[in-house]
Structure formats: structure tokens, C-alpha cells
Nanobody, 126 residues
């Protein structure tokens, strides 16, 4: 059973940093797309960043490029999201996701992922 558990959310001032973590019980495949999505109040879920577990290939939403970094520690079954230069518009619930396969053109589409964590709240005050 694939289970994802996020941690590391909190409140921070604009310009600050946070690191999110996601513990993974088992990987659903050998080169799984894993990543982070977020949902702000009143808005749809949006993809933030994706990493492939075997190749390490990463993919970012334009809104976070240069500020966020996705990484993984496969020995610890843990996914990370380092968030720097945070802005008020980054305020959202952040979710860890994975799936056995996602078409490349749908990497940042929430409907492409079967497994979701419960989420961790990030609040950025300006």
C-alpha cells in the first residue's frame, strides 16, 4: 500500500524559507514521478515540482523556478521541497503525490496522480 506523509509546513515571513518532507511507504514503480502540488483557498490544485525516482529528472512550474528545489533521498524513502524566497502567493496546502506512470505532457496535472498525501499547510505573510 502506497502511503505518503508530508511534514515541514508552517508560517514564515515573505522572503523566508521552508523545507517540506514527504515520507513514502513504498514506491509504486522503479522510476516513478513523484512531486508536490498545492492548493490555495478558492483556487484549483496546481503542480509545483516533479522528480523521477530513478533518473532524478526534475520539472518545475514556471511560478517556482529558481526559488524551489525538489530532491529525494531514496535510502530514506523521503522526498523534499526546499522553498526559498517565499511569497505571499505561495500560501497553500502542499501535497505530496506519486503514480506508477504519468504522460510527460501531463506531469503537472493533478488528475494524473493516483496517490496523494494528506497535505501540510504553508502560510507566507507579507
Amino acid at each position: 500500500q502506497v502511503q505518503l506523509v508530508e511534514s515541514g509546513g508552517g508560517s514564515v515571513q515573505a522572503g523566508g524559507s521552508l523545507r517540506l518532507s514527504c515520507g513514502v511507504s513504498i514506491y509504486p514503480c522503479s522510476n516513478c514521478p513523484m512531486g508536490w502540488f498545492r492548493q490555495a483557498p478558492g483556487k484549483e490544485r496546481e503542480g509545483v515540482a516533479i522528480i523521477y525516482t530513478a533518473t532524478g529528472f526534475t520539472y518545475y512550474a514556471d511560478s517556482v523556478k529558481g526559488r524551489f528545489t525538489i530532491s529525494q533521498d531514496n535510502a530514506k524513502n523521503t522526498l523534499y521541497l526546499q522553498m526559498n524566497s517565499l511569497k505571499a502567493e505561495d500560501t497553500a496546502m502542499y501535497y505530496c503525490v506519486t503514480d506508477p506512470y504519468v504522460p510527460p505532457t501531463r506531469r503537472l496535472q493533478p488528475g494524473s496522480y493516483k496517490y496523494w498525501g494528506q497535505g501540510t499547510q504553508v502560510t507566507v505573510s507579507s
